[in-house]
């Protein structure tokens, strides 16, 4: 369902689409490689983390097929050509239905702590808006749970000035069937469920 969603919807996405059923390991080199002469971007590895730059982690254990998409400046536009705000990359099962969950993930490369409240808003408005070009396209329903996971790799859990409340996640849960989480891993669970 998803995967042919996406097809109507943004078919250069699915030009871009990879699958795996191994573990996926989510790095931006942006940051890392900009007075670089060669530059990199969002890259996403499978079944191998990478030993040079600092990562969000999917486990599968599992085993799942899944879809993954990474996003750049091309792939939600205004109608004046100008790239929107989205974040890193989509990942959603290969095979799925109403009730299968749909994974959208932003990594933030802040070293500081006092910098956390700035780069976590940022990379939840990130997340949300990339959630409503899907969802407002129709590429998923209010039944799949959407997780949006904002991720600072090179900082360990729990992250300092954590800026969201107990309260308003399970608002969020309640009202628009959202899972927002602030870390840097998660765990496929099967097609329905990923352990955050």
Wanted: hydrophobic content about 40%; some cysteine.
């Amino acid at each position: 369902m998803i995967k042919a969603n996406i097809t109507s919807a943004y078919p250069a996405h699915m030009e871009a689409c990879a699958y795996s059923n191994e573990s996926l390991y989510v790095a931006d080199y942006t940051k890392q490689t900009r007075a670089s002469a060669i530059k990199r971007g969002v890259e996403i590895f499978q079944g191998a983390a990478p030993r040079d730059i600092a990562y969000f982690t999917l486990q599968n254990n599992v085993r799942l097929l899944n879809g993954f998409i990474i996003f750049n400046n091309a792939s939600f536009t205004r109608p004046d050509g100008r790239a929107r705000s989205q974040c890193e990359c989509v990942v959603f099962p290969e095979a799925s239905d109403a009730n299968s969950w749909i994974f959208f993930i932003e990594l933030k490369y802040g070293a500081e702590p006092c910098n956390n409240n700035k780069n976590l808003r940022q990379a939840i408005m990130q997340l949300y808006k990339t959630r409503a070009y899907y969802y407002l396209s129709e590429v998923f329903l209010k039944t799949n749970t959407c997780y949006l996971l904002a991720s600072l790799p090179i900082q360990a859990e729990p992250f300092a000035q954590a800026i969201i409340t107990q309260p308003a996640l399970l608002r969020l849960k309640r009202k628009h069937n959202v899972v927002l989480r602030l870390q840097n891993h998660a765990e496929v669970q099967d097609d329905k469920v990923i352990v955050v």
